[in-house]
């Protein structure tokens, strides 16, 4: 079984920059796709960004210049590097691991951009 555990997410002002931690507990082996996603309120959730475990990334167009995914493979983690933030970026933002047979979501951490 896998557990994610997110951290990181807080309040900033506009313009500001954060960094979102996702460690996956358990046994991670073979191809996998670490990701971002997030849902804002009254909002479907979306994909911020994603991972593959070679370390190919993809970005929402959205993001495609503010943000970087990164993974750190001995320690089962992906990072989330934020920067010029914008009050439309508010939102919970989860962490999602999948395998070509399962996947697994954290809780979510929240990020709020506000004056």
């Known amino acids: 079984q896998v557990h994610l555990v997110e951290s990181g997410g807080t309040l900033v002002q506009p313009g500001g920059s954060l960094t979102l931690s996702c460690t996956a507990s358990?046994?991670?082996?073979?191809?996998?796709?670490m990701g971002w996603y997030r849902q804002a309120p009254g909002n479907e959730r979306e994909r911020v960004a994603t991972?593959?475990?070679?370390?190919?990334?993809l970005y929402a167009d959205f993001v495609k210049g503010r943000f970087t995914i990164s993974r750190d493979h001995a320690e089962n983690t992906v990072y989330l590097r934020m920067n010029s933030l914008k009050p439309e970026d508010t939102a919970v933002y989860y962490c999602?691991?999948?395998?070509?047979?399962?996947?697994?979501w954290g809780q979510g951490t929240q990020v709020t951009v506000s004056s």
């Open positions: 999602k691991l999948q395998t070509p047979y399962n996947e697994w």
């Open positions: 358990g046994s991670i082996l073979g191809f996998n796709v």
């Open positions: 991972i593959t475990s070679s370390r190919t990334a």
